[in-house]
């Protein structure tokens, strides 16, 4: 079983939209291998989304990242980074296609409830921001 990286972003937390999000992904198939809750600090949300310095919607998107309360999980599945992909559908909500948990949970661009990684090496960078490991430790 290959595993992957989801987060659930502050506005879909605040939301009440955890257990739906969590619903999705497990009858999409997803076993979470680990699941924390914390506020990102501005540092680990900085590590988190390097790749994305200096573009215009950075700071924003640093002050939405730390502003509350998200859920990380590693998740299960056969081809676990592709598939995770597909359910959670394309970055704009308006454009994710219909049962995606963007489209279902998303409401703009920045507040579009969840992030995926989108490689085994953004795998192992975010879990090991997020649980302070590369997971292999985690369940
Ligand atoms: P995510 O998959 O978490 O990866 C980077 C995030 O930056 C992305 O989802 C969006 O939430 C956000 N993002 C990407 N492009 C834009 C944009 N043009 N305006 C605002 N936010 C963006």
Redesign the pocket.
């Given at each position: 079983m290959d595993r992957t990286f989801l987060l659930i972003k502050p506005s879909a937390v605040s939301a009440g939209n955890v257990g739906g999000i969590i619903s999705c992904l497990e009858d999409a198939g997803f076993a979470i291998a680990a699941l924390t809750m914390k506020t990102m600090s501005r540092e680990e949300a900085a590590r988190f989304?390097d790749v994305?310095a200096g573009k215009e919607?950075y700071e924003p998107?640093m002050d939405y990242m730390t502003s509350g309360p998200t859920v990380g999980m590693l998740l299960e599945a056969e081809d676990a980074i592709a598939a995770l992909r597909r359910t959670v559908g394309a970055?704009d909500p308006a454009q994710a296609a219909e049962g995606t948990i963007r489209a279902r949970y998303g409401r703009t661009?920045?507040q579009?409830a969840v992030?995926?990684s989108d490689s085994p090496e953004r795998v192992e960078h975010e879990a090991d921001i997020y649980f302070g490991t590369d997971g292999t430790e985690a369940a």
């Open positions: 989304y994305h919607f998107l970055t661009v920045r579009n992030h995926a």
